[in-house]
């Protein structure tokens, strides 16, 4: 039998916890004691554990694979497996491989899908016009830089109908400027379109193509 096996049993002779259950080195292993009756008070506290998941500011004392912890610092429940507390979504399986490496757990997921979600926020775009020559800052709506993300954000400018190059356009939270000798003269009408490019799929060292 591989040990632990926290199974709750009822065997016709005396259980042997030592090699049919698996001890812990923990005060519960010798709780009550043979021979003995428990206390009413550590009873009590059994009772109010396992109803409460042990909720509390400090982590438990006792505790085995398996045994749920509710944080009162985060309000969050604690799970004990693989020698650590960890979050109730890492152990949580949403499909079972056959071992813990082929397993997709609840947080896996949330992981893989927050990094999707990253580069599917809406697009945002506005148009205006110059009215003075040397032109290199376009200063953002504010209902558009209220929602501005600096780290994955890209703005595509068209300047007279024509895209400049993307690499020489920086956003900020309150403006564009242009950069690389672009500027703006008066007259000239635009169209920005900001979008969502996660830094690893915006490529900045030029492609060549002979």
């Not at 929602?147 to 564009?176: H, M, Q």
């Amino acid at each position: 039998m591989t040990l632990p096996d926290n199974r709750i049993k009822f065997d016709s002779a005396l259980i042997d916890f030592e090699t049919t259950v698996g001890t812990t080195g923990q005060d519960h292993d010798t709780y009550p004691a043979p021979d003995t009756s428990p206390r009413y008070d550590w009873f009590r506290m059994v009772l109010i554990g396992l109803l409460s998941n042990q909720a509390s500011y400090d982590i438990p004392t006792q505790y085995r694979d398996g045994t749920t912890y509710f944080d009162l610092n985060t309000l969050s429940f604690k799970i004990y497996a693989q020698n650590a507390w960890r979050s109730l979504s890492e152990v949580i399986a949403l499909s079972e491989g056959t071992d813990t490496e082929s397993t997709l757990t609840l947080a896996e997921w949330y992981s893989a899908v927050q990094e999707t979600l990253v580069t599917t926020a809406p697009e945002s775009t506005f148009s205006g016009r110059c009215t003075a020559d040397g032109a290199t800052t376009i200063n953002l709506p504010s209902t558009i830089s209220e929602r501005i993300d600096t780290v994955n954000n890209r703005a595509f400018i068209y300047k007279n109908g024509i895209l400049i190059d993307p690499r020489k356009c920086s956003l900020t939270e309150a403006n564009i400027t242009l950069t690389g000798g672009i500027t703006l003269s008066n007259g000239d009408t635009f169209t920005i379109v900001i979008k969502n490019i996660a830094q690893q799929l915006f490529s900045v060292p030029d492609v060549l193509v002979s």
